[in-house]
Structures are given as structure tokens and as C-alpha cells.
């Protein structure tokens, strides 16, 4: 099984500032997504294959990386996008969700 | 836009059963590769299981297998999970979803207490 790691587990941050959020995989893995989860709603597409962004999603949103090391940057904070972040690796069965960045209104 | 809408949450006794329902309203159901995520209360996202559009191949986290099950109905353009032998750890939402991962329905609740 390939396990994600997601760093920071919390980030508190201002509106306007930068967030950079990483996951790291257990082994190399070709085909990365990162969601956001608000309380109470189902989880929302944000990047898919590591970099492409959703339809409709802003640009302020970005996503990097490739292999073991992949990063969610949000290059501008939105009140909207204070929330929690899960990367999902989609390479190999069964398929893994990281633990989560809560990104906190600081 | 697709529409996903689970159903058949519910409270069970550890032991007991349930069978999950997710309705898909969108096109090309029969070609779409579906999967069940669930979400303990206060957890992170746990992956469940997947069945391929294409040859109804099915996959399964180890928690699960052997005791839920995952099938479609093409005809109904619905999705079910089979859960039995439930335990005290299978409590949480359960969501389905496409695997263009864009498309989720709004999560059914399981608990299971006794």
C-alpha cells in the first residue's frame, strides 16, 4: 500500500498569504489529486495529475511535483479556501488518501 | 452536471448488514469507473472499493474485503456496497464517487453501535 504523508498537519495563516501545503508518497506514483473539504460537504476536485487545475477552479490554486514529493500552493488566501486538503494517489490498488492540511484562519 | 445521490445509511448493531444505494443522474454511467470513500467522524478520507465500468472488476481496502461487496446496475444507473459482518469501525459517511473524481454524491450515514 502507498501511504501519502501530508505536512503541515495544521497551517495558520492570514488572508493574502501564500500557503504551500506537500505530500509525500511511499513510492513513486504517477497520478496524484488534491481535493478541498469543507465541514459538512462532500470533498472537491482541485488538481488532477499532479498539476492540472478542476474546471472552474482558480488560478490562485497550483499543484507541483512528480514521484514522491508533491506540493498544493495557493499563492493568495481567500476567506472561501480556509478548509482541509487531502492529496489521493491514483497509481497502484488500493488507492490512498493523505491524513489532511487543515489551513486555519490564523 | 452530474448528480450522484446515495442512500440506505442507517444505524445497525456490530454483526448486522446494510446495503448502500448511489443513483447516478449523469451520461455514461455504464462506461464510469465508480469507487465508495468513507469518513469516520472527525477523520481524514479512507478509500473502500472501486468497480471498473468496463469488465465489473472490483477492488477492496483490506479492512473491507471479504466482508463488503461492490456491484452496479447499468440498467438503473446505480452503484451498491453490500456491508456485512459490520463493526463499531465501519462508523462514518460514506460517499460515492466517480472517477473523475469531480463528481461525489453527498455522503449516506452508518453508524454502528449497540
Known amino acids: 500500500e502507498i501511504v501519502l504523508t501530508q505536512s503541515p498537519a495544521t497551517l495558520s495563516l492570514s488572508a493574502g498569504e501564500r500557503a504551500t501545503l506537500s505530500c509525500r508518497a511511499s513510492q513513486s506514483v504517477n497520478y496524484l489529486n488534491w481535493f478541498q473539504q469543507k465541514p459538512g460537504q462532500a470533498p472537491r476536485l482541485l488538481i488532477y495529475d499532479a498539476s492540472n487545475r478542476a474546471s472552474g477552479l482558480p488560478a490562485r490554486f497550483s499543484g507541483s511535483g512528480s514521484g514522491t514529493d508533491f506540493t498544493l500552493t495557493i499563492s493568495s488566501l481567500e476567506p472561501e479556501d480556509f478548509a482541509v486538503y487531502y492529496c489521493?494517489?491514483?497509481?497502484?490498488?488500493?488507492?490512498?488518501f493523505g491524513g489532511g492540511t487543515k489551513v486555519e484562519i490564523k | 452536471e452530474v448528480q450522484l445521490l446515495e442512500s440506505g445509511g442507517g444505524l445497525v448493531q456490530p454483526g448486522g448488514s446494510l446495503r448502500l444505494s448511489c443513483v447516478d443522474s449523469?451520461?455514461?454511467?455504464?462506461?464510469?469507473?465508480m469507487s465508495w470513500v468513507r469518513q469516520a467522524p472527525g477523520k481524514g478520507l479512507e478509500w473502500v472499493s472501486a468497480i471498473q465500468g468496463s469488465d465489473f472488476k472490483t477492488y477492496y481496502t483490506d479492512s473491507v474485503k471479504g466482508r463488503f461487496t461492490i456491484s452496479r446496475d447499468n440498467s438503473k444507473n446505480t452503484l451498491y456496497l453490500q456491508m456485512n459482518r459490520l463493526r463499531v469501525e465501519d462508523t462514518a459517511i460514506y460517499y460515492c464517487a466517480r472517477h473523475s473524481w469531480a463528481s461525489w454524491g453527498q455522503g449516506t450515514l452508518v453508524t454502528v453501535s449497540s
Open positions: 449523469g451520461f455514461s454511467f455504464s462506461s464510469s469507473d
Open positions: 489521493q494517489q491514483l497509481s497502484r490498488w488500493p488507492l490512498t
